[in-house]
């Protein structure tokens, strides 16, 4: 049974610091590209983060650069989204998201909540 299960969303204040994890099982995850995705309150989904297979390749999109960090553990099966200095425009659920060829799949998603 394929799974993804994110974690080590919260409530955290402006400027602070939060590391999402996402736990996979049920595939080869390095085999799969991996993705972090979010959503904010009447917003639609928005690509934040992305890592290839292997680990060696990130991006990141413009409102996130220089502030998240994505990484991957293949060891583990596991792949975290460092997010540092954190806006309130950043509150959202954030779903991973594992790709490969024609195969995909989603977490259920964590809420992020930035506010004083």
């Known amino acids: 049974q394929v799974q993804l299960v994110e974690s080590g969303g919260g409530l955290v204040q402006p400027g602070g610091s939060l590391r999402l994890s996402c736990a996979a099982s049920?595939?080869?995850?390095?085999?799969?590209?991996m993705r972090w995705y979010r959503q904010g309150p009447g917003k639609e989904r928005e690509l934040v983060a992305a890592?290839?297979?292997?680990?060696?390749?990130?991006n990141y999109a413009d409102s996130v650069k220089g502030r998240f960090t994505i990484s991957r553990d293949n060891a583990k099966n596991t792949v975290y989204l460092q997010m540092n200095s954190l806006k309130p425009e950043d509150t959202a659920v954030y779903y991973c998201?594992?790709?490969?060829?024609?195969?995909?799949?989603w977490g259920q998603g964590t809420q992020v909540t930035v506010s004083s």
């Open positions: 998201n594992a790709i490969w060829w024609m195969y995909a799949y």
């Open positions: 890592i290839n297979a292997a680990g060696g390749t990130t």
């Open positions: 049920g595939f080869t995850f390095s085999n799969y590209a």
